[in-house]
C-alpha cells in the first residue's frame, strides 16, 4: 500500500510558476513510475507527466510539453511537478499517482487526494 500526498497548489497568475510536491509513504517508491493527472470542472482526469521509477525516463502530454517539468527524490520519497508559463486552461485539481508504466503510459495504482491549481487571465 502506498499513501500519496499533495501539496504546492494554489492561485497564480497567467504566464506564472508553481511547484507541486507529492509525499509517498513506504519504502518501495523507487519501485513505483510516478505521475501527475489533472482534472478540470467537467472535464475527465487527464495525463500531465510521469516518471520512471529510476527517474531516468520522463513522459509529458502535449498540452504541458516545454512547461512543465516533472522529478522525484528517492531518498526523499517525493516526486515534484515544476509548472512554468501558466496558462488559464491549466486549472484544475491535480492528481499525484504511483503505478506503472506500460508502452509509455502511465498505469495508476495509488492516488493522491488532489491539489488545486488556479490560474487567472
Known amino acids: 500500500q502506498v499513501q500519496l500526498e499533495e501539496s504546492g497548489g494554489g492561485l497564480v497568475q497567467a504566464g506564472g510558476s508553481l511547484r507541486l510536491s507529492c509525499a509517498a509513504s513506504g519504502r518501495t517508491f523507487s519501485s513505483y513510475a510516478m505521475g501527475w493527472f489533472r482534472q478540470a470542472p467537467g472535464k475527465e482526469r487527464e495525463f500531465v507527466a510521469a516518471i520512471s521509477g529510476s527517474g531516468g525516463s520522463t513522459y509529458y502530454a502535449d498540452s504541458v510539453k516545454g512547461r512543465f517539468i516533472i522529478s522525484r527524490d528517492n531518498a526523499k520519497n517525493t516526486v515534484y511537478l515544476q509548472m512554468n508559463s501558466l496558462k488559464p486552461e491549466d486549472t484544475a485539481d491535480y492528481y499525484c499517482?504511483?503505478?506503472?508504466?506500460?508502452?509509455?503510459?502511465?498505469?495508476?495504482?495509488?492516488w493522491g487526494q488532489g491539489t488545486q491549481v488556479t490560474v487567472s487571465s
Open positions: 499517482a504511483a503505478g506503472i508504466m506500460i508502452w509509455r503510459t502511465m498505469n495508476p495504482r495509488y
